[in-house]
Nanobody
Framework: QVHLVQSGGGLVQAGDSLTVSCAASGSNVSSVGMGWFRQPPRQDRKFVAGITSSSTTYYSDPVKGRFTISRDNAKNTVYLQMNDLKPEDTAIYYC?????????????WGQGTQVTVSS
């Protein structure tokens, strides 16, 4: 059973950068895709970024060019570096195991990390 533990997040100002991390335990996730979703206040959870087992990355349009997803298989950890943050990036961010190359979660989710961007 995969257990995902997130860290990072917090309150920043518009234009700042922030990195959130997701460490996996219970199973080696190096052979599966990983992704990040976010849930803004009073909205549904939405796909943000994905990374395949071979480290090919893909992004949703709102974050393309500003966010970078990466993975360190030796540490069983996935990262989401967020640059030039905007107030509309405010959300709870979740990491998940993901069907490689898609936006479909396998159903293993991190506990969520609040990111708040003030204007």
């Amino acid at each position: 059973q995969v257990h995902l533990v997130q860290s990072g997040g917090g309150l920043v100002q518009a234009g700042d950068s922030l990195t959130v991390s997701c460490a996996a335990s219970g199973s080696n996730v190096s052979s599966v895709g990983m992704g990040w979703f976010r849930q803004p206040p009073r909205q549904d959870r939405k796909f943000v970024a994905g990374i395949t087992s071979s480290s090919t990355t893909y992004y949703s349009d709102p974050v393309k060019g500003r966010f970078t997803i990466s993975r360190d298989n030796a540490k069983n950890t996935v990262y989401l570096q967020m640059n030039d943050l905007k107030p509309e990036d405010t959300a709870i961010y979740y990491c998940t195991t993901i069907v490689s190359g898609t936006r479909t979660s396998y159903g293993h989710w991190g506990q969520g990390t609040q990111v708040t961007v003030s204007s």
